[in-house]
């Protein structure tokens, strides 16, 4: 019984390139929550999404970021042209209800240089 | 949203010692987690627990929902159990279903 896998778990890019991380959910989860954590602060929460549906996106900056959870794969959050101040630990977390229960994935480490 | 306060911040153990570590929250909640994020950074679900007390192990945690807290007991604390404590809570609406985070604990067990 797999958690959720995120990849990759570290990823470096230049500044104005592109990031996009993946998220697997447990197996028959079909809400999938996306959070950021900066260096020594909490998780603040970025999206929630549902099968092909964005449900909450209160967290997510208003440029430049996108996500995705279509109906056959990972759900996908992409970080165009990225900047310094992108640099943090993402993580995607998934539930089989709405905010009941959650379970986290290790992360992704993304490194702006 | 929520407001999540947590104490103490920082925390520092000798191995076999017991802690309680303190979650209070601005707002009365109908989810509560306890995380652990160990050295490493990966994050571990502990808890589950909206309400009442639940043991698993040498941890422990408890819930008061109508005073809006909650508690997690370490007992004979271990050098594993160093890391980055979180709580987080929500309030289940048609609206969002986002945990707000406390800023966590950090623990460190000496030998």
């Known amino acids: 019984n797999a958690g959720v896998m995120q990849n990759p778990r570290h990823l470096v890019r230049r500044r104005g390139q592109e990031a996009r991380l993946r998220c697997s959910p447990v197996?028959?989860?079909?809400?999938v929550y996306w959070y950021r954590q900066l260096p020594e602060e909490g998780l603040k929460f970025m999206v929630y999404l549902q099968k092909e549906n964005i449900i909450d996106e209160s967290g997510m900056p208003k440029e430049r970021f996108s996500a995705e959870f279509p109906k056959e794969g990972p759900s996908i959050l992409r970080i165009q042209q990225v900047v310094r101040g992108d640099s943090a630990a993402y993580f995607c977390a998934s539930s089989a209800k709405g905010g009941n229960g959650y379970t986290f994935g290790s992360g992704t480490r993304l490194t702006v240089v | 949203g929520i407001q999540v306060e947590q104490s103490p911040p920082d925390l520092i153990l000798q191995e076999g010692a017991n802690s309680t570590l303190r979650c209070n929250f601005s707002d009365s909640v109908n989810n509560l987690q306890w995380f652990h994020q160990n050295p490493w950074g990966q994050l571990i679900n502990l808890f589950y627990?909206?309400?009442g007390t639940k043991q698993n192990g040498r941890l422990s945690a408890t819930t008061v929902a109508t005073e809006r807290y909650s508690l997690l007991y370490i007992s004979s604390s271990q050098t594993t159990d160093s890391g980055v404590y979180f709580c987080?809570?929500?309030?289940?609406?048609?609206?969002?279903?986002?945990?707000?985070f406390g800023k966590g604990t950090s623990l460190l067990v000496t030998p």
């Open positions: 197996k028959g989860h079909s809400h």
């Open positions: 627990i909206p309400s």
């Open positions: 987080a809570g929500n309030r289940n609406s048609n609206s969002g279903y986002a945990l707000n």
